[in-house]
């Protein structure tokens, strides 16, 4: 395959891409910048698209599907979904560059006989697959910014069972940089708070849940990730009414905050706030609504792991990231900032492997987050983890 002078062939997992030559599009910083390219191409998300490729070999279990990525850009998550797993499906962007691209690479993959490429607005494709009768295994939704205009699309040409991987790149809305823009995009109002990256996976879940549940679906979060500049979720969705019904009444809520303490924690009713009281005698906050189950199926995540391991092509910044989200898969309690909990508390932040010792040597369960380096996940009550860390603090002086 033929390349311009403009363009050069990159590998990436098993895939060889075509795509414009990355060094014309550097910054000062050494970073490259995709959205100075005439068609997106974003080196640093490959550990989206590991991630994708992992998930889908594991649910998928070595099956034939059929699968839309609808954004596709270079076709570059497309291509490498059809060459390390067993999909089949459409690659799909509205940019007539991106279109061009695609083709190339599908061509320059030998695959051709496994998928077709469409230059279509992307609500407007999948709903023709709703109209034409196809049903699809699994939607990919990762767009340039919010993908809050492409959901309600995304769920409708799915099988009774099937999966969805949506990505956000709006990251200042959903961490609430941008309340306003919070409000108008996911439904919520919110404030900065120190776990702001969980709270950011939370809104977006909780948003596809509720656009899944007005069309009669049960969406379950399979494995969340948040990573630098975007979060990245993989849902599994069954069509049920009552499944639908019982997700929302369980699973949507809202976190109860204390600005000063940093206390937190999960209500399934607003009204249950005036059950809660912070420890210096203050009120909460309550914000959401947000997603307040699982982020993560403890089995996939496993099973996904073990799938990793025969999968030598995957990047060693996705492994590891991949291992953390196995040591936390079982905490569903909001990280905290250790950092910010030592400036309230007027402490040195200690090391945090002796932190964690610490609290395991007292039989509670606790590990570090992939979303912080700074944030650890403990099954314990606020007073117990601030004693925890006096008493470090005292022994280090």
Known sequence: METTKHEEVIKEGLANIIVPRLEQYRRPDGVIEPAWMPV?????????RDFTVILLKTIMN??????VDALSGTGVRGI?????????????????????????????NNLVDKLEVYNHEANALLNTLVFAGIPVDYVDIDPYGAPSPYIDSALKPLRKEAYLGVTATDTGPLTCTYPHKALIRYWSKCVKLDFEKEFAARLLISNIALRASALELEVTPLLTLSYKYFIRVFLKLRRSATRAHKIISDCIGFVWYCTKTLERGFLRNVEDLNDVKCSDGSTPI????????????QSTVARSLKVSENMPWIHRESLKVLKLIDSEKNLNTPYIRLDKLCGTLRINVPSINELLLKINELGIKCSRTHMDPRGIRVEADHRTLINILMEISRGTK
Not at 287 to 294: A, M, Q, S, V
């Open 62 to 67: 070595n099956k034939d599907f059929f699968f």
């Open 286 to 297: 309550a914000l959401g609504k947000i997603w307040i189950c699982d982020l993560h199926d």
């Open 80 to 108: 490498r979904i059809a060459l390390e797993t067993e999909g089949e499906g459409i690659l799909n962007d509205i940019d007539p560059r991106a279109h061009y691209y695609i083709k190339k690479n599908i061509a320059l």
């Open 40 to 48: 997106f191409y974003n080196p640093q998300a490959v550990i989206s």
